[in-house]
């Protein structure tokens, strides 16, 4: 049982529009980096890359953030996910870090990647890119740019495919399976 | 994602999937070294108790700098320092420590088995830092690690391992893990250190340096244990030296990207000299780099496995 949120169109669209936002509330390209968590997040953050370059002729900075290691969970070891690498070639110090992520879901793993983000410097703000926003916070924590805004129930689950990971783009919500 | 031991005893025990993801946690985990800041939360509140009942300053080091970098608290424990020299026993110190609710124990003894032993009487998990001359696990899967970053694949390369073979902990380790990922053994030395039947162990033997080192795609020099050279079995160590020293002219019958490695301490101009160790082809402190790694790795693989939770 699952059903589409949202399709490519829809997807390609929100890329569009929060890129946009981003250059308008930073008065450009100039001083902004784009740091995306693990996996896909990091697709979202290239498209927002790709799509910022396409407006102001910028490439701005990219950076890929692994939050395992800074989990709230991790000392349950319920569930360890593999460790991959985080990359971060630049200096943070000045900049607008936008992170970008898939799902906005509980916040927790925003706040284990803001605290990721602080280990490597002091960046001038950090604002938040999603391209779903599905409630259910437990820290407060609010995105500054959402593709789209979908009210769920707590046990349903919101899936988010992107062509580079998953071969097509589409957002679809089903049941919980387990 | 865990591993399929709870104790790190040595290689024997590794599967081969065990030391993959042994080897790509180690890769996720160098880029932390390389931070203005370097330290992550991850094994924040976990106790790693070093207890070391013989000298080391790289491996304890290493376990030590590991540990900090993931937030854990480290307690060094030195043989000399211990209770050991009141007459305490091994398993009774450990048995103490462990009653302070250590998350992680990490031995290193001048007995063979030590920290095998120290598993049947302990919960905690163990990680051998080197047992006598049988197994320094830790040390085979840096060199994996420093040699995979190089050469891609480990699987099919073909290694040189030269020297002190007989009380090299180090030889043991890495031939039984180079083995489990596909990789061919030799070992070169004068006989009296070669260990009589090692061919049983699936390597092939040599007691010619030149010869033996022709088409390796590594050297591996052992040290010249010399606090364990008074039984007589080499007649001095000059003599050693002229027949098993890596020298550059020895070192021009290798392959042009043969990398050489050697676990350290190096006894300069006795088993490597000095241009050589301190040439292009030497990874000596690379090894050292990715030790740190590899220790995270362990340490954080380990911890996960002991709080596993069955659901």
């Known amino acids: 049982m699952s059903s589409t949120l949202l399709n490519s169109k829809d997807i390609s669209r929100a890329v569009s529009r929060i890129s946009h936002e981003i250059l308008e509330r930073n008065h450009g390209a100039g001083n902004i980096a784009l740091v995306g968590i693990r996996t896909r997040g990091v697709v979202l953050s290239q498209r927002l890359r790709e799509k910022i370059k396409e407006i102001e002729g910028v490439t701005v900075d990219h950076g890929v953030l692994d939050i395992t290691l800074y989990r709230d969970d991790l000392a349950d070891g319920i569930h360890k996910p593999e460790l991959k690498k985080t990359e971060i070639a630049f200096a943070l110090e000045g900049k607008h870090i936008i992170l970008c992520d898939d799902v906005l879901f509980t916040g927790r793993t925003i706040r284990a990647a803001i605290d990721a983000l602080m280990d490597f410097g002091r960046p001038s703000s950090v604002q938040l890119a999603v391209l779903i926003d599905r409630g259910h916070r437990e820290l407060p924590i609010r995105p500054d740019y959402v593709g789209k805004n979908i009210p769920t129930a707590k046990s349903k689950r919101v899936q988010v495919l992107l062509a580079e990971e998953d071969d097509e783009d589409k957002v679809i919500i089903q049941e919980q399976s387990n | ?311």
Do not use: W
Request: hydrophobic content about 40%; overall charge neutral.
């Open chain 2, 1 to 311: 994602m865990a591993l399929s031991t709870k104790n790190i005893l040595g290689t024997k025990e590794l599967t081969q999937s065990d030391i993959l993801q042994i080897l790509d946690t180690a890769d996720s985990f160098k880029e932390i070294s390389t931070r203005a800041i370097k330290k992550v939360p991850a094994l924040r509140g976990k106790t790693i108790i070093n207890l070391f009942f013989e000298p080391s300053t790289r491996t304890r080091t290493s376990f030590e700098i590991a540990g900090k970098r993931l937030s854990a608290d480290v307690i060094n424990i030195s043989g000399s320092t211990s209770s050991t020299v009141k007459g305490e026993n091994l398993i009774d110190t450990a048995r103490n420590l462990e009653a302070m609710s250590p998350d992680i124990l990490v031995v290193r003894h001048h007995c063979s088995g030590a920290a095998e032993l120290l598993s049947q009487f302990v919960n905690s998990p163990i990680i051998n830092a080197g047992d006598g001359a049988h197994e320094h696990p830790s040390q085979a899967l840096l060199d994996l690690l420093t040699i995979r970053s190089h050469k891609g694949d480990l699987k099919g390369l073909k290694v040189a391992i030269v020297g002190d073979v007989s009380h090299s902990r180090v030889a043991r380790s890495n031939i039984r893990a180079m083995q489990t990922m596909g990789m061919k053994v030799r070992v070169v030395g004068p006989p009296p250190l070669i260990p009589v039947e090692i061919e049983r162990l699936g390597v092939e033997v040599s007691h010619n340096l030149a010869e033996a080192i022709k088409d390796v795609d590594v050297i591996m020099v052992l040290r010249i244990q010399l606090e364990r050279q008074n039984q007589g079995l080499l007649s001095s160590l000059r003599e050693y030296s002229n027949y098993f020293c890596l020298t550059s002219e020895t070192l021009a019958q290798a392959q042009d990207d043969v990398l050489i490695i050697h676990p350290g301490p190096v006894n300069r101009g006795i088993e490597i000299a000095l241009d050589v160790m301190e040439g292009p082809r030497s990874l000596i402190l690379d090894q050292v780099t990715n030790g740190v790694a590899i220790r995270m790795a362990l340490f954080y693989l380990l911890l996960g496995e002991n709080n596993a939770n069955p659901n």
